[in-house]
């Protein structure tokens, strides 16, 4: 039997603490670390892991900043190179956190480039603008402070309404498009979580690593979904490998965890339900 099996056979509960106290907030943070430590030996056993990293402060850092401030939203920044899985993972995240009845908020960081249809009209199409030298993933070209600035108020407890890129070569950003609600857990995933100083928002922070082969098959899978020829997806497929060395692949250093883009869903969603059993094994 595994540890996650062993763990929610268990029908005996753990008296709650007053989390209204430090000493209770206290013992729920040994608790949890001891609880992390071993879903990390367990996975790193696997044959195939979804933790490939993790820094060696962020367990006693993350439970410390829930002691200090338990009231504040968490915010889960997700990040890592085009097509490495992270809207595969974010929505298996919120699909399982969703089912057990938690309040979750998802921003999609790509939702902030800034609106370039001027430019892409200048150019007499996107395809023109990026063969110019365009680099559409570079910090540069997303509203950062915008990023920022909506996060803070997510967590702080006030509702946004995000802004809306459309992916259809237009180079359209409609500001004030998309609401969304602070809830208790918020995570955003794409590149520009970590980019800036957006990146010290997050109480946890994840980059999801996959191999080139990997990458570059569901880049080009998804090649229809944007109106894109195979063709035309190749030629781009080099040019977001040049952005990706030179912008998202240094933020694996920011990184607090690096999991595997190529995890098995079902496992990962063993996992997802195995911390939530943990964090509410009270009676």
């Known amino acids: 039997m595994s540890l996650i099996e062993k763990d929610n056979a268990l ?19 040994f608790y949890l670390q001891s609880k992390f430590k071993q879903i990390l030996a367990f996975d790193n056993k696997c044959e195939h892991p979804i933790f490939l990293e993790i820094s060696s402060d962020f367990i006693p850092k993350f439970t410390k900043r829930l002691i200090n401030n338990p009231n504040k939203r968490i915010l889960i920044g997700i990040t890592g190179e085009s097509a490495c899985g992270k809207t595969t993972i974010c929505k298996e995240i919120k699909k399982h956190i969703t089912n057990l009845n938690l309040p979750i908020s998802v921003v999609t960081g790509d939702c902030y480039f800034k609106d370039i249809s001027d430019l892409v009209k200048e150019h007499g199409g996107f395809d023109n603008l990026v063969a110019s030298g365009y680099e559409v993933d570079a910090p540069s070209n997303f509203q950062l402070e915008l990023l920022k600035s ?87 497929w080099e040019f977001v490998q040049v952005s990706g060395d030179k912008y998202v692949k240094p933020c694996k250093k920011e990184a607090d965890l690096v999991i595997s883009g190529s995890a098995n869903l079902e496992y990962f969603s063993q996992i997802v339900e195995y911390i939530y059993t943990i964090t509410n094994n009270f009676q």
């Open 11 to 29: 029908s005996d509960k753990i008296l709650k603490p007053d989390f209204n106290q430090k000493a209770g907030r206290e013992l729920l943070a």
């Open 150 to 236: 909506d996060l803070e108020k997510l967590a702080n407890g006030e509702d946004v309404k995000t802004p809306q890129y459309i992916p259809n070569g237009t180079g359209v950003c409609i500001p004030e498009s998309i609401p969304v609600q602070s809830q208790k857990i918020i995570i955003v995933e794409g590149m520009a979580t970590m980019y800036g100083e957006v990146k010290d928002l997050f109480d946890i922070k994840i980059f999801i690593k996959a191999s080139d082969e990997n990458r570059k098959k569901r880049f080009l899978e998804r090649a229809g979904e944007r109106n894109q020829s195979i063709e035309n997806a190749l030629k781009y």
